[in-house]
Structure formats: structure tokens, C-alpha cells
């Protein structure tokens, strides 16, 4: 996972003094790469402890780690690695928050009903979540259809939760139902590709998998598999706490 895409996915965690040191490190990289732990601390004018506890948030056991993971990404980015489905499935796990995954999980099963949201493709998963859930004897509904879910959101309480999934984060229909639902004081779970987004803006809680738009002859063929294995992954996480 690259340096930006990890910042991303901790955001939750950092500090000010976090974003200092990202500005800093987006700002000379390949200076970092060989910069021991003390140089860095007295240009950032703090100490490395602080820098050990910032590599830790990002989820590196160390500095030392985070230098490391710098190295692949520089290396990367000069031999121009391609998307494929196998590094799509890797960055997808390596977006997995187990602490978002267990706070999701908890905030569905503590909510009286859940109505899940998609629309086009992502309409099989929205189902695949919705079937998950009624597993384990979570009420829950799925809908495709935009007067539908509108309707159901007005039937919803505080006590529900609505998750929605857009790849692109940028679905018209599936904002309009995030600032309704938003006006309403109903909590929101969204499932996006990992990129800055509207939809991620609006949810209380993003969750991410790594699905790059890509398109052949006009037609929209991205890789869904990642979608499947954080609905996945998530369904999992709901089980054992129904356990």
C-alpha cells in the first residue's frame, strides 16, 4: 500500500503533528528513504519517539518499515506497475481495517433494521449483504430502485442504519439517498473504491476496497471482486459477533 493511500486509511487516528510529518515525508521522499530517525526528528523539531508512534498509526511496526515501504513505492512507481486483478485483490486486503470492520459489524448489530443501497452492478452485492445479514437474523432490505429506497428511508427510525455502495463515490441517485438520509439523523456505511469521494464526505463510516474504473469498447467491465470480498470480509466480522 502506498504511503498517501495508507494516510487515507488511518486518517481517523493522526494529529496535527501527524500531518506535519506526512507533509514533510510527501515532500521529500526520496530524501526519507536514507534519513535515520534522529535527522528526521530535528528537521520535523520533535522527537523520535513521536515519529516511532506516527509509523505505528500507519500501521508499521516501526520507522524502520515505514523507510522500507517508501523504497517498494519509489521502485513502483518507477517501473509503472500496472493494475491486475491479483494486485486489486492485494491492496484490497491491505485497506481492511480490522477496528472500522468491528465498528461496523457492532453499528449494524445494534440497529433495529438496516436498508442497503446500490444501483446498476453493484445491485448482486447489495443483495449478498442483505442475505448475510438475514443469516444471522439481522431485519434488513436491499433495493436497486430509487423511489423504493426513498421509501424506505422515510420509514426509517434513528435506530436504523442505511449502507450504500458506489465505486466511484460520485452515483447521483445514491447521494441524493446520502443527504436525505443525512437530514434525517440516520447513520451511514459506505463501500467505495479507495479514492477521495462525495459519498465518503457524507457516510459516518467509509469503508474502502481497490476497484479502479476501467472501461473496454465502451463498455464498464472494473473488477468487482474486491467489492465481493469486503462484503465478504464484513458479513464475517457480523457472524461472530451473532455467535
Known amino acids: 500500500m502506498f504511503f498517501e ?25 526520496k530524501n526519507v528513504v ?14 523520535p519517539n513521536t515519529i516511532i508512534r506516527f509509523s505505528k498509526k500507519l500501521g508499521f511496526d516501526g520507522y524502520a518499515h515505514l523507510k522500507n515501504n517508501l523504497k517498494e513505492e519509489i521502485y513502483s512507481e518507477q517501473n509503472e506497475i500496472e493494475d491486475s486483478l ?6 484490497t486486503f491491505d485497506l481492511i481495517d480490522i477496528n472500522k470492520m468491528a465498528v461496523v459489524a457492532k453499528m449494524m448489530q445494534q440497529s433495529k433494521r438496516v436498508l442497503i443501497f446500490g444501483v446498476g452492478d453493484t445491485g448482486l452485492f447489495c443483495e449478498m449483504l442483505m442475505k448475510n445479514l438475514k443469516i444471522a437474523g439481522k431485519q434488513s ?21 442505511l449502507f450504500l455502495i458506489s465505486l466511484s463515490g460520485e452515483t447521483s441517485q445514491v447521494l441524493e439517498v446520502a443527504e436525505l438520509s443525512k437530514s434525517k439523523g440516520i447513520k451511514i456505511i459506505s ?53
Request: charged share 20%.
Open 5 to 29: 493511500e495508507r494516510v487515507q486509511k488511518f486518517e481517523y487516528k493522526l494529529n496535527d503533528t501527524d500531518d506535519q510529518i506526512i507533509d514533510y515525508i510527501l515532500k521529500n521522499k
Open 34 to 47: 536514507n534519513e535515520s530517525i534522529q535527522s528526521l526528528a530535528s528537521n520535523l523539531f520533535t522527537v
Open 86 to 91: 491479483h494486485s486489486n485483490l492485494q491492496r
Open 141 to 161: 432490505e436491499y433495493y436497486i430502485h430509487r423511489h423504493d429506497i426513498i421509501h424506505g428511508i422515510n420509514q426509517l427510525t434513528t435506530e436504523g442504519v
Open 191 to 243: 463501500l467505495t473504491h479507495f479514492n477521495r469521494n462525495s459519498l465518503q464526505e457524507l457516510a459516518d463510516i467509509s469503508l474502502f476496497c481497490f476497484a479502479p474504473s476501467e472501461m473496454l469498447n465502451g463498455y464498464n467491465i472494473t473488477d468487482k471482486t474486491p467489492l465481493m470480498v469486503t462484503i465478504r470480509t464484513l458479513s464475517e466480522y457480523y457472524w461472530n459477533l451473532t455467535e
